[in-house]
């Protein structure tokens, strides 16, 4: 099952490398990170998914939680939760495909951020499948170059992970 | 005011060290600079780092202190690496400082440059770079307290040599206290889940005490055989928690799993109710995790809730410190209303009793006495009584190492050095060194084969420069037995590359080079006696290179794999 793990850590040099060094040593995956300051300027807050059973996945958060730079975490699929993600996209534009794209564009509710007479740059943001199903839509042919943040998320309500 | 490099050391006194095991090189000459200019830490000059780290690791493990090295950037850092992984597989408190060259130079590939906390990072619990020196004091007392503390293991200090610069001068003051909003090692276990484990443990037929190197990490030894006399449990430990109840106790069932005893790896087999305290279940004592203790319910404790339902689940898993748990426990049997049950106990003793009878490695003969061959168990026996069991027995790895923790019987903890969990060979020297100087007095034995003697022989040179006199007990088959042995049970005894071909050296000759004593003994009529004649010789090393039957394997030996605990080799004929 797919994970979205966040975590509260020191915003201190190999922090980061801590975490990513965990998941290669004891042979876990990671799908998408992405990591910055909080308000705490302190403290980094970092968001990762990944895929494996209850059981792993609860050594895995066992094992960071261990990390000394880790100040809290939370398992956000184990309740309701927002998740977000940027992607920008660079697709071939011309002719009776600009207005095909910008089309598809509006349904998906992205803006293009970015023209040439031949190239538009997309700016989309929603879940990763969300982000998935547009890049189908447009079609591998007229992609030239994709770029994603990975995967954000907070709880709803009124959990929030702070110290 | 105090440079960075004075900082460093008088951080270390103020923290209560009192010695630094190490070696100098150009990225920790501003430090030794230190160390020359004061008395109150230390410091002993090994002759390999990898040996600093083993000897802090064997102070260690006597003492309950934090263990100390101190080393030079580049080759001096990574020699260390054997000796931290070693320390981080058995969870033992060590600070590890190492030099490292100067600040803008890291990067570059300069001289004797290399990444100490990349390269350490998975086999340590935490590191520091020093960015600062006056981030000095702060840090070592932020490393100290995480080693020793919640579940210990070693932490790297990486100091860059400009920040030890004796030009430069800082306001030194040592913090009292941390605190760490980060790091919040687990204390009281839960209320409600230690009264669980007490109904459990009350209402049990057939309970086993499985205790491990947590008990002995958390001092608390004389709880656990307070809790199991009062309800007169059979108990077993892991390699790691040898001594932790006493060896001799009629209630001990020696040590569990691979090598384990008949009777320690039945009753687990067979047992309903199974209160597992600071051991974590290793596969080395699981065997088929699947098939392990299939009728028990299963009582764990530990400091780290990461070791809780790793690999075997527990029903009534408590995160907590033992000391704390075993006194609410203790606290809880004496005022339960109804105790054990006495009948279903009794009986439990009687079957457990008939399989000591059956199989038992300390009520029967397990190996054979006949011939006029030195058996290796033998040896060990005969120590146990010269040094009236209360040696510390400091250990490598291999056959040796098996016998001695089956016929050695701990009374006490902290007595029984081992590398269990990387199996480290070459520990033994260094960690016996690192005992003798946490006791001058105390009678220090490392007990070796002649393969892993040689992989810190250089040692022994140490051993003269300080006068540690330990007593060096070389269980020498002319093989590598361990893996000879694998290669008898499941190559048909193709040697490959575990025999040296007559090239062992003249122990003899070489500890008269060292200055030492070298016996050797052939006959096993000579072995009290010459046994006597080491121990006598109290301000010497000496070698007793002692000859033994090449053939002798270890058991009982669990059957692997998709066995579970009760199936074991017991001979090179039986099993069960
Ligand atoms: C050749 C060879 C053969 C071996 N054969 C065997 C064998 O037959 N049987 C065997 O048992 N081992 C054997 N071992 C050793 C084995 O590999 C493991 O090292 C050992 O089993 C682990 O012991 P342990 O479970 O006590 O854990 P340890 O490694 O000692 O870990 C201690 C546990 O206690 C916890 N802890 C620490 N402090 C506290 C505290 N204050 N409070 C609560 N919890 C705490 C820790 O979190 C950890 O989970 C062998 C090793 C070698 C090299
Ligand atoms: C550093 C290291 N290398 C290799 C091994 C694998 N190994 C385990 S036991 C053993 C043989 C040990 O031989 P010896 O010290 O003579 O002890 P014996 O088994 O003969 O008693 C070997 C090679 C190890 N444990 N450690
Ligand atoms: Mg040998």
Redo the contacts with the bound molecule.
Sequence with gaps: MRRIVSILMENAPGALSRVVGLFSQRGYNIDTLTVAPTEDPTLSRLTLTTVGDDHKLEQITKNLNKLIDVVKLVDLSDGAHIERELMLIKVKASGAQRAEIKRCTDIFRGQIVDVTSTIYTIQIVGTADKLDAFVQSIGEASILEVVRSGVSGIARGEKVLSI | MLSGGDMLIRALRDEGVECVFGYPGGAALHIYDAIFRQKDVKHILVRHEQAAAHAADGYSRATGKVGTLLVTSGPGATNTITGIATAH???IPMVVLSAQVVSDKIGEDAFQETDMVGISRPIVKHSFLVSDPSEIPSIIKKAYYIASTG??GPVVVDIPKDHTDPSRVFEYQYPESVKMRSYVPAGRGHAGQIKKAVQLLLGAKRPVIYS???VI??DSSELLTELAKKLNFPVTN????LGAYPGTDRQFLG??????TFEANTAMHHADVILAI?????D??TNTPSKFCPHAKIIH????PA?ISKTVSADVPIV????SVLKDMLSLVNSAEQGTDQEAIGDWWAQIDEWRQRHGLYHANRFDTSGERIKPQEVVQVLHEVTKGDAYICSD??QH??FAAQYYLFDKPRRWIN???L?TMGFGLPAAMGVQIADRDACVVCITGEGSIQMCIQELSTLTQYNLPVKIICLNNQALG?VRQWQDMQYDSRYSESLYEDSLPDFEKLMEAYGHVGITVTQRDDLRSKMEECFAMKDRVVFMNVMVDRSEHVYPMLVAPNGSMRDMLLSKTERT
């Design positions: 597989m058995d969870s579940r210990p491990g190197g947590g990490q958390g892991t390699l790691m928690g040590m569990l799993g691979m090598h384990g600071g051991a974590r279940f290793d080395r004592v404790v530990d400091i780290d070791s907590g410190a033992v000391e790895v291999g190492q098996m590398s269990g969990g199996g361990m």
